[in-house]
């Protein structure tokens, strides 16, 4: 499936809402929705459609000394045009046992501090077969907390690439996927990965969108769709 209009896929399956239309990006650390969002969230934003992004906890366990990555990831989301920004602190290593307040929190979220004239129409959440516990985590909180929401999709992560299967594809302009890089070079802290590298990320870009017979792309699972 080929989806290079998301936006005009959101307002088609839904005619009768007059509510501004709204994102809704969910990552487990800091850099986890740059990586597998990014470019797509700049372009939705670039249309107009309000983006909300919670973070779930700090990564601080695995960042450099002296780092702060509540910054970092303020600052690269910004640029995304995230129109809200939200952290959570949740223990990074203790995220499978904090599944129910997790749940609680997002849907804390959904209820009370998105705009009340944005309806969120999409999910952009962690991946079911992400090898990295706590994306699992929080992949489960999200299914939970977002259930009344129409469509969930599953983005790619490192954790992911041994066996990621696409089936949804943004179609990714070069200002869109130039957005991403900016946005992912503030997580300074997170440089030494080799996945961090823009010559990496364009390569998996490049990949999705041979698949789909265009020049750059990112990837997603359905999680859940209702057109």
């Given at each position: 499936?080929?989806?290079?209009?998301?936006?005009?896929?959101?307002?088609?399956?839904?005619?009768?809402?007059?509510?501004?239309?709204?994102?809704?990006?969910?990552?487990?650390?800091?850099?986890?929705?740059?990586?597998?969002?990014?470019?797509?969230?700049?372009?939705?934003?670039?249309?107009?459609?309000?983006?909300?992004?919670?973070?779930?906890?700090?990564?601080?366990?695995?960042?450099?000394?002296?780092?702060?990555?509540?910054?970092?990831?303020?600052?690269?989301?910004?640029?995304?045009?995230?129109?809200?920004?939200?952290?959570?602190?949740?223990?990074?290593?203790?995220?499978?046992?904090?599944?129910?307040?997790?749940?609680?929190?997002?849907?804390?979220?959904?209820?009370?501090?998105?705009?009340?004239?944005?309806?969120?129409?999409?999910?952009?959440?962690?991946?079911?077969?992400?090898?990295?516990?706590?994306?699992?985590?929080?992949?489960?909180?999200?299914m939970?907390?977002?259930?009344?929401?129409?469509?969930?999709?599953g983005?790619?992560?490192?954790?992911?690439?041994?066996s990621?299967?696409?089936?949804?594809?943004?179609?990714?302009?070069?200002?869109?996927?130039?957005?991403?890089?900016?946005?992912?070079?503030?997580?300074?802290?997170?440089?030494?990965?080799?996945?961090?590298?823009?010559?990496?990320?364009?390569?998996?870009?490049q990949?999705?969108?041979?698949?789909?017979?265009i020049?750059?792309?990112?990837?997603?699972?359905?999680?859940?769709?209702?057109?």
């Open positions: 499936m080929r989806c290079q209009n998301v936006d005009k896929i959101i307002s088609s399956a839904f005619p009768s809402v007059e509510k501004r239309q709204g994102i809704l990006a969910i990552g487990a650390h800091p850099d986890d929705i740059e990586l597998g969002c990014g470019a797509s969230l700049a372009r939705l934003a670039k249309k107009g459609i309000y983006v909300t992004a919670v973070v779930m906890t700090s990564g601080e366990e695995e960042s450099a000394k002296n780092s702060d990555r509540y910054h970092e990831s303020s600052e690269a989301l910004k640029i995304l045009g995230c129109q809200k920004i939200i952290h959570l602190n949740f223990s990074q290593t203790r995220t499978y046992m904090q599944l129910n307040d997790m749940i609680t929190a997002l849907e804390d979220v959904i209820a009370r501090q998105i705009p009340s004239e944005v309806e969120i129409m999409r999910v952009y959440t962690m991946h079911d077969i992400d090898r990295h516990e706590e994306h699992l985590a929080v992949y489960q909180a999200s939970m907390a977002c259930r009344d929401i129409p469509q969930i999709f983005y790619e992560t490192p954790g992911t690439w041994l990621f299967i696409p089936q949804v594809f943004e179609s990714v302009d070069e200002e869109y996927f130039t957005l991403k890089l900016a946005a992912l070079k503030k997580h300074k802290s997170q440089s030494q990965h080799d996945y961090m590298h823009p010559e990496r990320l364009r390569a998996v870009a990949f999705r969108g041979h698949q789909v017979n020049p750059l792309s990112e990837g997603f699972v359905i999680h859940k769709m209702i057109l």
